[in-house]
């Protein structure tokens, strides 16, 4: 129970962290800030996966596949993080980054492929982020 309720709370933390992330990277009229915004949602990401955040989006797709089942919160944190790369691969496209939207974009597809989830379906807490991010 305790742990559940751990992992509940760390969930709860990066949606939060993601959220206000992405939300700030859709002001595309500021360039840096959108970067900036834009690498605060990879360290919530590295954050989630408990993984040094200057390491964790360098890792390959398959790496970061592997990291995640070694982690043991692989399986409960897959949707969250194979949508939050793909959200991130449409933002780096949008930022004129092909090269990172696509690296973004392979990460999730390993971790959707990897774990059974769709990168682009949003978990029920990010729906409205979708939303919004298709509405930019």
Do not use: W
Request: glycine fraction near 6%; proline fraction near 4%.
């Amino acid at each position: 129970m305790l742990q559940r309720d751990y992992i509940l709370v760390v969930i709860n933390q990066f949606v939060n962290a993601i959220m206000q992330a992405l939300h700030k990277s859709l002001d595309l009229s500021n360039p840096e800030e959108a970067k900036e915004a834009a690498e605060d949602a990879e360290l919530a990401i590295a954050g989630l996966l408990d993984l040094d955040p200057s390491v964790a989006m360098q890792l390959t797709p398959e790496s970061l596949v592997t990291m995640m089942v070694l982690s043991g919160m692989g399986d409960t944190v897959a949707n969250y993080v194979a949508y939050s790369l793909n959200a991130l691969g449409t933002l780096y496209d949008k930022m004129g980054d092909a090269a990172t939207a696509a690296i973004r974009r392979e990460q999730a597809a390993a971790v959707g492929e990897s774990f059974g989830c769709d990168p682009t379906v949003p978990p029920e807490e990010l729906v409205e982020l979708e939303q919004k991010l298709n509405e930019s």
